[in-house]
């Protein structure tokens, strides 16, 4: 039960002391005695008192991107996401993968199935997304933590970074990174879902992402980007998990899925932009 968290027990961090993380009898265990229960589950929850919990997906949110995952634009997009980890990693005996904001764990779990030894670590602020994540592999740790403060993660131990849609802090994906490993980002472009943002007057797309990205990620120099985009004729149930999903989730209520059941299915574009980072 505890498989995933074990395998990467030496990557683990403690969130107090940055002590080395071993995982025995259902707990975490620091080097200077913090100790952390592991769910029931299989997560375990490393926020600390100082951290202020914002945007943390609810349960709603969860199990809606858990139906969107499903449609073959984001099956393809992981199928996509893992072979670039494929490539990336040739050579490397226990490729680790590092998924900031991972949410159920998605990304990391098509990739560690593709990537041959591969163990991963999904961190999310929300531990309804951390409790999904433990089901999804035992080659994925749900962990729950944030990515604004330091990550529960050993310096120098990732072979990829794998950012989708999340926040994104730099200065950690660094001190994670081993030399030459590589940050993975995805971000919707502008034209992501339009017409379903345009029909139902949603958050729209922050216009500048792609340039605030090359500004903010100082060390790094692009290797490759790419855009992965597909028209999908979504039902009003579709529409309406995808809407949970994104950051229009937060504002919609479940009387709200009413509205959605009887809307007739529209054609929607999804776009987004990967691009592959190394530090120079
Ligand atoms: C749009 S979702 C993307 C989730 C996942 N990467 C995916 O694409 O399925 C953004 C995720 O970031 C998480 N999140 C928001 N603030 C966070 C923080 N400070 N630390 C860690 N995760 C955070 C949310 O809980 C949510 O799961
Ligand atoms: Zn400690």
Known sequence: MFKALS???????????FESI??????????????????????VNF????TFIKNADTAAMVDARLKMHTRPFFQDLALQLADICDGLCRGVSQPIIVEPGGGTGFYAHVVSQ???????????????AAKVCARQSDRVAAVVA???????????????????FSPRNFVETERVLKADAVLIVVTPEENHLVELRNRFNALSIQRDKSESISSALGNFTKI???????????????????????????????KDVQVFTHAEPIEVTHSVNISVWKVV
């Not at 395998?7 to 002391?17: F, I, S």
């Not at 071993?22 to 997560?43: L, M, N, P, T, V």
């Not at 593709?114 to 309804?128: E, R």
């Open 146 to 164: 944030d990515v604004w403060q330091q990550w529960p993660i050993a310096d120098d131990s990732a072979d990829v970074v794998l950012s989708v």
């Open 22 to 43: 071993e995982i025995e009898d259902g707990i975490a265990k620091c080097d200077a005695g913090h100790s952390f229960d592991i769910a029931r589950q299989g997560y």
């Open 47 to 50: 926020l600390t008192n100082q």
């Open 224 to 254: 490759e980007q790419m855009s992965h985009q597909s028209i999908e004729l979504l039902d009003g149930l579709a529409m309406y998990d995808t809407l949970l999903s994104g950051p229009n989730g937060h504002h919609i209520e479940a």
């Open 114 to 128: 593709t990537v041959s030894n591969a163990l991963a670590v999904s961190f999310d602020i929300s531990v309804q």
């Open 7 to 17: 395998a990467v027990q030496d990557v683990l961090r403690c969130p107090h002391c």
